[in-house]
C-alpha cells in the first residue's frame, strides 16, 4: 500500500458559488432538510441547511492516513440517488414502531494521485437529521487510518452541552458552553442554535473503529477526532469497510431530540434469528447497601453477596413481583485493590455463595439472579473465560449479566473507546448472544444504536449514575443532572442510572446524598429510559413506604410509544409513554433546583376515553434539601380534554399511572 496521504469522502450537493466541479445535493423526504456536498480543488466539503437557515455551514470531510499528512484529492466516478421507506418493529424499546424513510446519495470516487484509493461516500438524509459515512469497497491493501478530518460548523453563536474526555467512563457532568470552548468532548454533543433549533451530534454503528470525539474552535466549528490505540494509530482498516455514520439530529424543540430514532435505522437490522428471549425487565440487588458502606464486595464479615442475605432480596422481589435480583461480589478477586487484579475468576464464588442453593431457590419464587462480571479491564482474562463464564451462568438459570470495566486502561494499555475496546465489547455481546445472555454494560463504549443489532445488549451505563450520590466528595449529583441526561447521555441510547432511593440518610458518608425529592424518584422511571431498571434502594427502605413503591412495581420498562410534551434542557422536562403491554400511559415530570408549576394538556391520551390517573407528587412541603421524602399520592378522573396543572418541589417531580376505565 502506498501509505500516504489524506483523503476526502463525500455526497451530495451545493456547498460553495466557487466549485472545481457540479454540487450534488440530497434533501429529506419532506424536502425542509437538505445536504449538500461540494468537490473543491482542495478537497470535498459539505454543508446542510433547514427550512433554508443554515445548520452546517461547509465543513470539511475525509482522513489522515499514515506516512502523510497532506489532502487527496478526487475524481467523482459516478452519483446514485435511492430512496427508503418501511416501518420496523423493534424487540424493546421506547416506541413499537420505528419508520425508517430516508432519501440516500451515493457518491463513487477515487483519489487523484497517489495509490488511486477508491472511497464511496454514503449519505442519509431524514426528515429529523442526516447521517454520512465513508465506504471503501474492496481494494488491495489494508489501511492505517491517523485522523478523520470530518468537520461540523454549526452557526457561530450556539451553545453547547457536552462532557470532556477526561473521565474514560463518561462519568462526569454535561455543561453548557460556547462551541469554542469545547476542549476535546465526548459525543452526543447538544446543541441550541439561533432560531429555535435543536441539535445533536454523535454517530450510529460504531463497529471495528475507534469512538469519535470533538474539538471546538472559533465560528462554530467542531471538528473529530478518534480514540487512538496506544501507538497512535486510530484505526487499523481491511477493505471493504464502512465508518460509523456521523449523525447529526435537528429539531425544533428538545423533545424532538429524544423522540428521533434515526440513531436505531442507521443500524444493521437484528442479528439474532429468535430475540423472544431478549425480555426487558426490573430489578432489585445486592448492591446500594455496598456503595453506603454498609457491606463488602469482597469476602468477610459484611460480605455482601452471601447465601442468606440474597435469599432476602429473592424474597423481597418475589413478593413485590419483581422479576430480578442483581448479585455483585459474589466470585472470587475482590480482594485489596481489585482494579489491579487480573486473576478475577468468573465460575469460582465465595465459600458463603452457594450459587445452586441461591438460583434453585429463587427458581422456585419465580426470580432470576442477574449476575455480575467485574473485569477490572483486564480484557484478555475475561475473553479467556468468555464461554465457560457464560455457561456457569446459564447452567444455573442465568441470563442476564451486568458487566463492568473499573479501570482507566483496558489491559494496562488501550483506551475503553479506542478501536481495541470496541473490538472487545463487541466480542462480549456477540458471545453473550451465542449463549442466550442479556448484557448490562457498565463502564462501556458510549452506545451508538447496536441494540437494534444485537438486543440482547439491552442497557449500559456510560453516565454520572446515581452510585455517585452514595460517597462522591462533591456530595452527589446535582437536581440538574437528571433533567439534563434526556437530552444529552440519553440520546445515545438506553442508560443503567440506577435511581429509586427512598432513604436519604447516609451514616458513613455524610457528606453525600441523593439530591432529589422521592417523587421525583418515581418520575425518573419514565423520564431516563433502560429496558432494564432497577430499584437500587434495600427491602427495608421500601417496606417502609409501600403507598410509593407500588408505582415503581406498576411503572412498565418496554414502551409501545414515548412523547415529550414540554421541556427546558436542564431546567424540566415532563415525557409521557405508552405501556407496550396495555393501555396505561404514564406521565413523569422533574425540575431541577427549583420549584415549579406546570400545566399539561392530556391530548396524548385516547378522545372519549376516561381514565383513573394515580398521581404521586411531592407533598407542599417537600424539598429535596429539607424534606425530601414528603409525597402524597392521589387519584382522580381525566380525559383527553383535559390540562393537569403540576407543582413539582425544588429538586421534585410527579408521577402518574392513567389506567384507562
Known amino acids: 500500500m502506498n501509505n500516504k496521504l489524506i483523503f476526502m469522502a463525500l455526497a451530495a450537493a451545493g456547498c460553495l458559488a466557487a466549485c472545481s466541479s457540479p454540487s450534488t445535493e440530497v434533501t429529506s423526504p419532506d424536502g425542509k432538510i437538505k445536504f449538500a456536498v461540494d468537490n473543491k480543488a482542495d478537497g470535498l466539503c459539505y454543508s446542510v441547511t433547514d427550512a433554508g437557515t443554515s445548520i452546517v455551514s461547509p465543513s470539511r470531510l475525509g482522513f489522515v492516513l499514515q506516512g502523510n499528512d497532506s489532502v487527496a484529492r478526487f475524481d467523482v466516478l459516478n452519483s446514485v440517488m435511492s430512496s427508503h421507506d418501511e416501518t420496523w418493529e423493534t424487540v424493546?424499546?421506547?416506541?413499537?414502531?420505528?419508520?425508517?424513510?430516508?432519501?440516500?446519495?451515493?457518491?463513487?470516487?477515487?483519489?487523484?494521485?497517489?495509490?488511486?484509493?477508491?472511497?464511496?461516500?454514503?449519505?442519509?438524509?431524514?426528515?429529523?437529521?442526516?447521517?454520512?459515512?465513508?465506504?471503501?469497497?474492496?481494494?488491495?491493501?489494508?489501511?492505517v487510518i491517523m485522523e478523520e478530518l470530518t468537520e461540523f460548523i454549526v452557526p457561530a453563536a450556539s451553545e453547547a452541552w457536552a462532557m470532556t474526555n477526561?473521565?474514560?467512563?463518561?462519568?462526569?457532568y454535561y455543561r453548557r458552553k460556547p462551541i469554542a470552548e469545547l476542549d476535546t468532548v465526548h459525543t452526543p454533543v447538544t446543541i441550541e442554535a439561533p432560531g429555535d433549533k435543536y441539535l445533536a451530534i454523535h454517530e450510529a454503528n460504531l463497529t471495528d473503529y475507534p469512538k469519535m470525539q470533538l474539538i471546538g474552535e472559533e465560528g462554530g466549528k467542531m471538528r473529530a477526532r478518534l480514540v487512538p490505540w496506544s501507538t497512535g494509530v486510530a484505526a487499523y482498516?481491511?477493505?471493504?469497510?464502512?465508518?460509523?455514520?456521523?449523525?447529526?439530529?435537528?429539531?425544533?424543540?428538545?423533545?424532538?431530540?429524544?423522540?428521533?430514532?434515526?440513531?436505531?435505522?442507521?443500524?444493521?437490522?437484528?442479528?439474532?434469528?429468535?430475540?423472544?428471549?431478549?425480555?426487558?425487565?426490573?430489578?432489585?440487588?445486592?448492591?446500594?447497601?455496598?456503595?453506603?458502606?454498609?457491606?463488602?464486595?469482597?469476602?468477610?464479615?459484611?460480605?455482601?453477596?452471601?447465601?442468606?442475605?440474597?435469599?432476602?432480596?429473592?424474597?423481597?422481589?418475589?413478593?413485590?413481583?419483581?422479576?430480578?435480583?442483581?448479585?455483585e461480589g459474589w466470585n472470587v478477586g475482590w480482594e485489596g485493590h481489585w482494579p489491579a487484579n487480573d486473576h478475577f475468576d468468573f465460575t469460582k464464588p465465595y465459600p458463603d455463595f452457594d450459587i445452586k442453593e441461591i438460583t434453585d431457590y429463587a427458581a422456585e419464587k419465580g426470580v432470576t439472579l442477574v449476575g455480575h462480571h467485574e473485569t477490572a479491564a483486564w480484557t484478555k482474562n475475561y475473553e479467556n473465560q468468555l464461554?465457560?463464564?457464560?455457561?456457569?451462568?446459564?447452567?444455573?438459570?442465568?441470563?442476564?449479566?451486568?458487566?463492568?470495566?473499573?479501570?482507566?486502561?483496558?489491559?494496562?494499555?488501550e483506551d475503553h473507546s479506542s478501536q481495541y475496546g470496541v473490538r472487545h465489547y463487541r466480542k462480549v455481546v456477540e458471545t453473550a448472544a451465542a449463549n442466550k445472555v442479556n448484557i448490562d454494560n457498565h463502564e462501556p463504549v458510549m452506545p451508538t444504536g447496536i441494540q437494534r443489532t444485537w438486543p440482547n445488549l439491552m442497557t449500559q451505563e456510560g453516565v454520572r449514575g446515581?452510585?455517585?450520590?452514595?460517597?462522591?466528595?462533591?456530595?452527589?449529583?446535582?437536581?440538574?443532572?437528571?433533567?439534563?441526561?434526556?437530552?444529552t447521555r440519553g440520546l445515545a441510547g438506553p442508560m443503567d442510572y440506577t435511581f429509586g432511593?427512598?432513604?436519604?440518610?447516609?451514616?458513613?458518608?455524610?457528606?453525600?446524598?441523593?439530591?432529589?425529592?422521592?417523587?421525583?424518584?418515581?418520575?425518573?422511571y419514565v423520564i431516563i429510559y433502560s429496558p432494564m431498571q432497577m430499584?437500587?434502594?434495600?427491602?427495608?427502605?421500601?417496606?417502609?413506604?409501600?403507598?410509593?413503591?407500588q408505582f415503581i412495581k406498576d411503572v412498565p420498562v418496554d414502551w409501545e410509544k414515548t412523547l415529550v410534551p414540554d421541556a427546558v434542557i436542564g431546567d424540566y422536562v415532563v415525557t409521557v409513554r405508552l405501556d407496550r403491554n396495555s393501555s396505561d400511559w404514564y406521565l413523569g415530570a422533574a425540575t431541577d433546583e427549583d420549584a415549579r408549576e406546570l400545566n399539561v394538556a392530556l391530548d396524548f391520551l385516547e378522545p372519549g376515553a376516561e381514565y383513573t390517573a394515580q398521581i404521586y407528587a411531592d407533598a407542599p412541603d417537600a424539598d429535596w434539601e429539607t424534606n425530601p421524602t414528603a409525597y402524597t399520592v392521589t387519584e382522580q378522573t381525566v380525559k383527553s380534554t383535559d390540562t393537569l396543572p403540576l407543582k413539582l418541589a425544588a429538586g421534585g417531580g410527579t408521577a402518574i399511572r392513567f389506567i384507562k376505565k
Not at 95 to 106: A, C, G, I, M
Not at 166 to 172: G, I, L, M, Q
Not at 264 to 284: G, Q, T
Not at 477 to 486: A, D, F, K, Y
Open 92 to 143: 424493546w424499546g421506547e416506541s413499537r414502531e420505528v419508520r425508517d424513510h430516508y432519501n440516500q446519495l451515493t457518491i463513487e470516487m477515487r483519489q487523484k494521485g497517489g495509490n488511486e484509493m477508491l472511497v464511496n461516500l454514503e449519505v442519509r438524509v431524514f426528515d429529523d437529521g442526516f447521517g454520512y459515512r465513508y465506504v471503501f469497497p474492496q481494494q488491495g491493501d489494508s489501511l
Open 166 to 172: 477526561h473521565d474514560v467512563y463518561y462519568e462526569d
Open 387 to 413: 464461554d465457560t463464564a457464560f455457561k456457569f451462568y446459564t447452567d444455573h438459570g442465568v441470563h442476564n449479566v451486568k458487566t463492568g470495566y473499573v479501570n482507566l486502561l483496558m489491559d494496562g494499555k
Open 237 to 327: 482498516v481491511v477493505t471493504p469497510f464502512a465508518t460509523p455514520w456521523r449523525t447529526m439530529i435537528i429539531g425544533g424543540t428538545p423533545g424532538d431530540l429524544v423522540t428521533s430514532y434515526m440513531m436505531l435505522n442507521l443500524n444493521e437490522p437484528c442479528a439474532v434469528e429468535d430475540a423472544s428471549w431478549c425480555k426487558p425487565m426490573k430489578y432489585i440487588g445486592v448492591w446500594w447497601e455496598m456503595h453506603l458502606g454498609n457491606g463488602t464486595w469482597y469476602a468477610g464479615p459484611n460480605h455482601g453477596a452471601n447465601t442468606a442475605n440474597v435469599k432476602k432480596y429473592i424474597d423481597f422481589a418475589a413478593e413485590h413481583g419483581i422479576p430480578g435480583v442483581l448479585v
Open 501 to 524: 432511593t427512598f432513604n436519604y440518610d447516609n451514616p458513613v458518608y455524610p457528606f453525600a446524598r441523593v439530591r432529589t425529592t422521592l417523587a421525583k424518584e418515581l418520575a425518573l
Open 466 to 487: 446515581q452510585e455517585h450520590c452514595a460517597w462522591d466528595n462533591d456530595g452527589g449529583n446535582p437536581p440538574e443532572h437528571t433533567v439534563l441526561m434526556p437530552f
Open 535 to 549: 430499584a437500587s434502594d434495600t427491602p427495608e427502605n421500601y417496606s417502609a413506604h409501600p403507598d410509593a413503591f
